[in-house]
């Protein structure tokens, strides 16, 4: 991997960097992607999991995947790729994680500036008043309710749904000032998400992507490093703090 002078400069003089996250930063600590070859919904239909009438239609077929992917979750820690970007708030003034990723493995892993696009495996909330559940929900009397009555469901986005507009509405801001936007173990297909790449590009930032193969969006980046963003990641941060 050659991390070429103009790269070097453009890490030596950026202030505010983003990390654009996708699955695929995730894979590394076996915890499965989306699309691509062993992809989730290769083997099961979004349609019957991740949408609202899906979980009004059978709540418990939703919930037994949700428990089954916060298993997974909670057996997994984050990887190399997670802690090079925490690690990288140490090296640059202002660094900020934008995620689609559900996982809250860019949390454990350090990382203090995060917006979550999707959502949060970890959070629940009532689909009649709203009230938050944050904690480890009861399943011994079936799907959990709320004391209104209300079914609970896990603060995810589902398909069809509006991202969260604070995240989005913070997401927007920082990427617009980005010097360099990193673009990370993501398929780039998913709107609204993917339009922050294009917003970061028409506003000046410097797009490196890391990815095992080219995206969507490889065609509009500066530079794009084909490879485990594992391992890819600890290079460029190890680059960085050898040239401070
Ligand atoms: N390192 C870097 N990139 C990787 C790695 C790895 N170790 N493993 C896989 N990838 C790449 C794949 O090549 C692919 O481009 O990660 C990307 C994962 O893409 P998707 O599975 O489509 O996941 P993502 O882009 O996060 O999906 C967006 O879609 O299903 C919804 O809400 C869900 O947040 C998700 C959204």
């Not at 640059?92 to 493995?105: C, G, K, M, S």
């Not at 995240?167 to 339009?195: L, W």
Request: aromatic fraction near 12%.
């Amino acid at each position: 991997m050659k991390i070429d002078d103009e790269l070097l400069g453009k890490l030596n003089e950026a202030k505010t960097i983003v990390f654009f996250t996708g699955a695929g930063i995730s894979a590394e600590s076996v915890i499965p992607t989306f699309r691509g070859k062993d992809g989730i919904w290769n083997k099961l239909k979004p349609e019957e999991l991740a949408n609202f009438n899906a979980f009004l239609k059978n709540p418990d077929m939703v919930w037994e995947w949700y428990q089954h992917r916060k298993k997974i979750i909670h057996e997994s820690e984050p990887n190399p790729g997670h802690i090079a970007i925490a690690e990288m708030q140490n090296q640059f003034p202002e660094v900020a994680v934008v995620t689609q990723n559900i996982d809250n493995l860019h949390r454990r892993a350090g990382s203090k500036i995060i917006y979550e696009l999707h959502g949060n495996i970890e959070r629940n909330y009532c689909i009649k008043c709203h009230k938050y559940y944050n904690t480890e929900l009861d399943f011994s009397h079936g799907v959990p309710k709320c004391e209104c009555g209300g079914l609970i469901r896990p603060d995810v986005v589902w398909f069809g749904e509006y991202l969260p507009q604070d995240q989005f509405r913070f997401s927007e801001e920082i990427s617009s000032r980005a010097d360099i936007f990193f673009i990370v173990g993501t398929s780039a297909v998913v709107y609204p998400a993917a339009s922050l790449i294009y917003s970061a590009k028409a506003r000046g930032a410097f797009l490196i992507e890391v990815n095992i193969e080219p995206t969507e969006a490889s065609s509009i980046m500066n530079r794009s490093f084909f490879g485990k963003a594992g391992e890819i990641l600890p290079e460029i941060l190890s680059t960085i703090i050898a040239k401070n």
